[in-house]
């Protein structure tokens, strides 16, 4: 048995950090409401969220 189990969430390790920080290149998002579409083309640290249209655009998978 885990003894850890009341345990919340773990403590985030820098690379965790670093990866949930991360802004990868050809991640794109796009709006639902006119069709807008953004992509990142130069990766960075950060926060991403783009807003178009009063909304938030929605996370689609780089387009094939
Ligand atoms: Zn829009």
Redesign the pocket.
């Known amino acids: 048995m885990n003894s850890n189990d009341n345990f919340p969430e773990p403590e985030w390790t820098v690379e965790e950090w670093t990866e949930a920080w991360t802004i990868r290149v050809g991640k794109a998002y796009a709006?639902?409401?006119?069709?807008?579409m953004v992509m990142v083309t130069k990766g960075g640290v950060g926060v991403m969220e783009p807003r178009?249209?009063d909304?938030e655009?929605e996370e689609v998978e780089r387009p094939v």
Do not use: E, R
Request: proline share 0%; net charge positive.
């Open positions: 709006c639902l409401v006119c069709g807008n178009c249209c909304k655009m």
